[in-house]
Nanobody
């Protein structure tokens, strides 16, 4: 059974940093793209960033320059480093794994999902 488990969420003041982790089990994702999405209260889930099998990354405009995705294929883990956090970054953050190695922005390209971790940024 494939599982993605996020960790690292929490409460942080505006301007602070957090690093989210997503540990995968049941399947290796070394040849697959991994992504982060988020869902704020009352809003639809939205794309945050994705990393391809080769390490290339793409980000939503709202987080570009502040967030960085990385991966450790030996640990089968992907990370989201979030710096200069803003109150509008408050959301549940989800990790997703795809079958393809390409870093797509669409949810439909990802077949495996974690349960999410809450990130709250206070002003």
């Amino acid at each position: 059974q494939v599982q993605l488990v996020e960790s690292g969420g929490g409460l942080v003041q505006a301007g602070g940093s957090l690093r989210l982790s997503c540990a995968a089990s049941g399947r290796t994702f070394s040849n697959s793209a991994m992504a982060w999405f988020r869902q704020a209260p009352g809003k639809e889930r939205e794309f945050v960033g994705a990393i391809s099998w080769s390490g290339g990354s793409t980000y939503a405009d709202s987080v570009a320059g502040r967030f960085t995705i990385s991966r450790d294929n030996i640990k089968n883990t992907v990370y989201l480093q979030m710096n200069s956090l803003k109150p509008e970054d408050t959301a549940v953050y989800y990790c997703a794994g795809g079958r393809s190695g390409l870093a797509y922005r669409s949810e439909s390209r990802y077949d495996y999902w974690g349960q999410g971790t809450q990130v709250t940024v206070s002003s």
